[in-house]
C-alpha cells in the first residue's frame, strides 16, 4: 500500500515537475520528508535515481534538436561531477536538521527565481577559453534559420557548476535552475540551449551522486523503484500538458505552493 501511494505522489510530483522545468524531485524530496515521514537521505536517494532516468529521455529529445551543446556541457561536468563528489563526501557529516534547511532556502529561492522575467543577453565575443576549447556554436531557431552565439566568463560558469554539484548531491535535485540560470546569466547564452544543455548535465550529475549514495547504502528499492516509475510517467504526462496550460497561471500557483513547503521544511528543519 506505501509503494503504491508513492508511486500516485510521484506521478503528481513528476507532472508538476514537468510543467516548469524543474524536475520531480523538487517536489517528492519535501512529500516524502513531511508527508510519508521517509528519512530525508533515503528520500535524496531515491530522488537521484528518477532524475537520472527522467533527464536520459529529454535529453536525446534536445541533441536530436541540436540544442545541446555537447563540448560545453563536457567541459562544464568536470565542475559538476567534482561537485557532487565533495557533496557527498560531505553529506555523511551534515545533520539532518541542515539538510531541511537548505532545502527550504532552496525551495523559496526557486519560487523567486520564477518569477523573475527571463530576456536574453547573447554573447557576442568569445572568453579566451572558449575560443581557444571552442566551446561557441549554432542552435536552429524558426525551421532552417541558424543563430550563432558566443561563451563568455568560462571560469565563473565553472564554479556556479561546481556549487551546482554540491547542491545536488545534498539535497538529492539535478540543480538544474543553478545551472540554467549561470549558463544564461553568466556565460551570456541564448535561454534554449542553457536549458537543453543544463538538462543533459543533470543526468551525468544525478549519476555521479546516485552511484555514491548507493555504495553507501541509502538507495532503499521499496523507495525509489516507484518514485523513480512514477516520477517518469509523471513527466511524460506533463511535457504533453503544458501546451495547453496557460504557463502564467501554473506559475503563479506553484510559486504559492513552493513557498508554503519551504516554509514547511524551514520549521522542521529549526525544530
Known amino acids: 500500500m506505501f509503494e503504491l501511494l508513492l508511486l500516485f505522489t510521484s506521478m503528481a510530483a513528476g507532472f508538476l515537475g514537468a510543467l516548469l522545468g524543474l524536475g520531480g524531485g523538487i517536489i517528492v ?10 528519512d530525508i537521505r533515503y ?28 563540448r560545453l556541457a563536457v567541459f562544464l561536468e568536470v565542475g559538476t561531477v567534482s561537485g557532487a563528489i565533495v557533496g557527498f563526501l560531505i553529506s555523511s557529516f551534515i545533520k539532518a536538521q541542515f539538510l531541511f534547511l537548505l532545502f527550504g532556502t532552496f525551495l523559496l529561492f526557486s519560487a523567486l527565481m520564477m518569477l523573475r522575467k527571463r530576456g536574453e543577453h547573447i554573447a557576442t565575443v ?26 563568455q566568463n568560462v571560469p565563473l560558469g565553472l564554479f556556479a557548476m561546481f556549487g551546482a554539484g554540491v547542491m545536488s548531491a545534498l539535497l538529492g535535485i539535478g540543480s538544474g535552475i543553478f545551472k540554467v540560470l549561470a549558463m544564461d546569466g553568466a556565460m551570456k547564452l541564448p535561454i534554449k540551449v542553457s536549458s537543453a544543455t543544463s538538462n543533459f548535465m543533470i543526468g551525468v550529475t544525478a549519476s555521479a551522486s546516485a552511484g555514491a549514495y ?19 510517467v509523471g513527466s511524460f ?16 500557483i506553484f510559486v504559492v505552493v513552493l513557498s508554503i513547503v519551504s516554509i514547511q521544511m524551514i520549521i522542521k528543519g529549526l525544530k
Open 126 to 151: 568569445n572568453h579566451p577559453w572558449a575560443e581557444k576549447l571552442k566551446l561557441d556554436g549554432v542552435y536552429p531557431e524558426g525551421g532552417n534559420r541558424l543563430v550563432e552565439y558566443k561563451v
Open 29 to 38: 524530496v519535501p512529500v516524502l520528508t513531511l508527508v510519508y515521514h521517509v
Open 214 to 232: 548507493l555504495l553507501r547504502g541509502d538507495v532503499r528499492p521499496e523507495i525509489a523503484a516507484p518514485v523513480a516509475v512514477g516520477i517518469i
Open 43 to 70: 528520500a535524496i536517494a531515491a530522488s537521484l535515481i528518477s532524475i537520472v532516468a527522467t533527464s536520459s529521455g529529454a535529453a536525446a529529445s534536445y541533441l536530436k534538436d541540436s540544442l545541446t551543446n555537447l
Open 237 to 252: 504526462v506533463g511535457a504533453k500538458a503544458m501546451v495547453k496550460i496557460p504557463a502564467v497561471r501554473i506559475r503563479q
